[in-house]
């Protein structure tokens, strides 16, 4: 936080007054990498590799070649009984303290450092979880959207059939409707033209009937008295 | 020239630069900034939830005027919890056993809270002298205390962070001495003062962390007072 503050300020400083912009020109002729911040390099995840909590990989990695495995050990047990013996470093009471804080520190650090750990991955973890579900909420209602809309055009589809068949139906009452009407029609013209039949068959008949009357009244009439004599000398 | 245990507090001085500028500097460099990425490495998730969980806790029992506080009694707990450990390690000096640095921090952060009471409302900050339901005849000699201990309040804060450290860094010094010396006479009292002296290092990393917070929290309790 207080270095921000002083970062803050300082490039406040640098670029305020007259000779604020050149200065920010002329140092800009040293500047290594490039100034654009787009895409941002990845934090490593992990420090850097190290044995025994302080020493970097990178030391046992640069002595290997030469001096094999036991190489910077050799040279760090060297070095300690080079100080020792020639008292550049003088054990004191000091030493005494330094040994009863190391114990507390690398206790520490092997008791709870697993720990810390998985807390602040655990932090970051449940930070991208969050985002990730808030993506995969906002990908399933719109897969949803998708499954929605093509019910409701196979539904449209339907829709048609639907409508086919109601035509249909109309269609059919309509024709039943013609059918009926047709055939009443129909009934009530042969029915008309029966009774001019049997009108005419009446006629026939009564002309029919007429003229047998006619002729019997004739034939009856032209039966002379001697005709009536013959037919009863017969008997 | 006699060697005393108090040497170990003298501000140290090389080629005329005062060295305790760097000892005082060195809780900033420790400390990485916390980057603007969303998702951060180890280091920065944990100091960033720390510092969060720390300023909203000592933030709780005051209002909005006191939230302006925030920023500078979360660096200040930072720092002294950084300086107070950092002393504990062999060979290193620590810049608050200076009572110079401690009152340097004590009064005026207390003045301001004093100044800030008596300007926004001066009635409920000379209020405070008077606890209540004190009996009618106690008042005066009562009103008097009260300023008495308003004044102690800076003097206490410098000299209670002090003297914690200096106390704990010179019995830790006395008790390693005398393992040190026991070591060739008498091995086996030596093993005893050492365990003695890996308590003692527990109840000073301990006392490093609960001085420092004892600090920043009754400075946020005088603030609470006043605004």
């Known amino acids: 936080m207080l270095s921000r503050l002083v970062l803050v300020s300082g490039h406040i400083l640098k670029n305020s007054g007259s000779f604020g912009a050149c200065l920010v020109q002329a140092s800009r002729s040293f500047h290594q990498s490039s100034q654009s911040r787009a895409p941002v390099p990845p934090l490593p995840e992990k420090g850097g590799k190290v044995r025994h909590g302080i020493f970097p990989e990178e030391l046992f990695t640069l002595l290997y070649p030469k001096t094999g495995v036991t190489g910077p050990y050799m040279l760090g047990t060297g070095l300690l009984l080079y100080m020792l013996s020639k008292e550049i470093y003088v054990i004191n009471h000091e030493t005494f303290a330094a040994a009863s804080i190391g114990v507390v520190i690398i206790y520490g650090v092997k008791k709870f450092g697993p720990s810390v750990a998985a807390f602040a991955d655990k932090i970051n973890e449940d930070k991208v979880a969050e985002a990730q579900e808030v993506k995969d909420q906002a990908m399933a209602s719109l897969a949803q959207g998708i499954e929605d809309e093509k019910k409701e055009q196979w539904r449209v589809e339907g829709r048609c059939m639907l409508f086919d068949a109601k035509r249909n139906n109309v269609a059919m009452l309509l024709e039943t409707n013609y059918r009926e009407r047709l055939h009443m029609v129909t009934n009530e013209v042969k029915k008309r033209l029966d009774y001019q039949v049997e009108l005419q068959n009446l006629h026939r008949r009564m002309e029919q009937e007429h003229m047998v009357n006619w002729v019997e009244q004739s034939v009856i009439k032209s039966i002379t008295p001697q005709q009536v004599q013959g037919i009863w000398s017969l008997h | ?227």
């Open chain 2, 1 to 227: 020239m006699i060697v005393s245990f108090f040497d170990q507090f003298a501000s140290p001085v090389f080629l005329g630069i005062p060295l305790i500028a760097i000892a005082i500097a060195l809780p900033w460099m420790l400390y990485p900034t916390p980057s603007s990425r969303w998702v951060n490495n180890r280091l920065i998730t944990t100091q960033e939830w720390l510092i969060n969980r720390f300023t909203n806790q000592l933030m709780l029992p005051l209002n909005m005027g006191g939230h302006k506080w925030a920023l500078l009694l979360t660096s200040l707990m930072i720092f002294l919890i950084t300086t107070n450990m950092l002393g504990l390690l062999p060979y290193t000096f620590t810049p608050t056993t200076q009572l110079s640095l401690n009152l340097g921090f004590a009064v005026p952060l207390w003045l301001a809270t004093v100044i800030i009471g008596m300007r926004n409302q001066p009635t409920v900050a000379l209020g405070h002298l008077l606890p209540e339901g004190t009996p009618i005849m106690l008042i005066p000699v009562l009103i008097v205390i009260e300023t008495i201990s308003l004044f102690m309040r800076p003097l206490a804060l410098g000299v209670r962070l002090t003297a914690n450290l200096t106390a704990g860094h010179l019995l830790i010094q006395l008790i390693a001495t005398a393992v040190f010396v026991l070591l060739p006479m008498m091995p086996v009292v030596a093993i005893l003062t050492a365990a003695l002296l890996f308590m003692l290092t527990l109840l000073e990393v301990a006392v490093a962390m609960i001085q420092a917070y004892v600090f920043v929290l009754l400075l946020s309790l005088y603030l609470q007072e006043n605004v």
